[in-house]
């Protein structure tokens, strides 16, 4: 027989495809973390129950869009993994472990393209000492990783689809870039802490010359 507040939360989350927090017993901790790309959607969980590791539970995620679901296989204790074909960009989780249990939905970042440099470009240091980096997106997300193949990369808290980089520390020759773009939630059925995060990223190649 399914909870009172299983059915509320399926019923709530019925009406739309957006993020919601969610609820259950708050008993689980559970982080979960989706790594998008255009052609795969890996998903990562790790579960623990006053501490010790879950073991067996029922993990059920689904891609709300696409309307496909896919049960969680453990790897190891407390750890469990899936996969999408694709990208999942909306994710709602169900776990059930005893009379524990968990639910919750997030809407993950819109795909991105790297615009600026193109894919493939020649892009020469003249007179320059930063590189322009521009993305579009159908909306912003809650942050932005911006990774050079040489040189650290940029953290931003928000998402206005550009970013500078030095050159200083690009070697010339081939290079690859990428825009890593996040969203995420707490979880308000776990225990403190819990959170649900997603990430889309896009890799672009180009050539720098001196």
């Known amino acids: ?22 609820s259950g017993t708050g008993t689980l901790f559970t982080t979960i973390e989706v790594t998008g790309r255009p052609d795969d959607t890996k998903i990562e969980l790790e579960l623990s129950a006053r501490g010790n590791p879950v073991v067996g539970a029922n993990v059920v995620f689904t891609d709300v869009d696409r309307e496909q679901t896919v049960t969680a296989e453990g790897k190891n204790a407390g750890k469990y993994q899936a996969n999408f074909n694709g990208y999942a960009r909306t994710i709602r989780v169900q776990v059930t472990s005893g009379e524990d249990t968990l639910e919750a939905q997030l809407r993950g970042p819109a795909p991105h393209v790297i615009t600026r440099p193109p894919n493939d470009a020649i892009v020469r240091r003249a007179e320059f000492e930063v590189l322009d980096v521009e993305w579009d997106a159908d909306d912003a997300a809650d942050s932005v990783e911006v990774i050079p193949e040489d040189g650290d990369k940029l953290q931003l808290d928000q998402d206005n689809f550009e970013a500078t980089l030095p050159l200083g520390p690009l070697k010339n020759g081939s290079q690859k870039l990428s825009v890593e773009r996040e969203t995420s939630v707490d979880l308000s059925g776990g225990t403190e802490g819990s959170r649900f995060r997603s990430r889309y990223k896009v890799d672009n190649r180009f050539t720098l010359e001196g």
């Open 1 to 22: 027989m399914k909870s009172f507040y299983a059915l509320t939360f399926v019923a709530t989350l019925a009406c739309g495809n957006g993020t919601d927090s969610g």
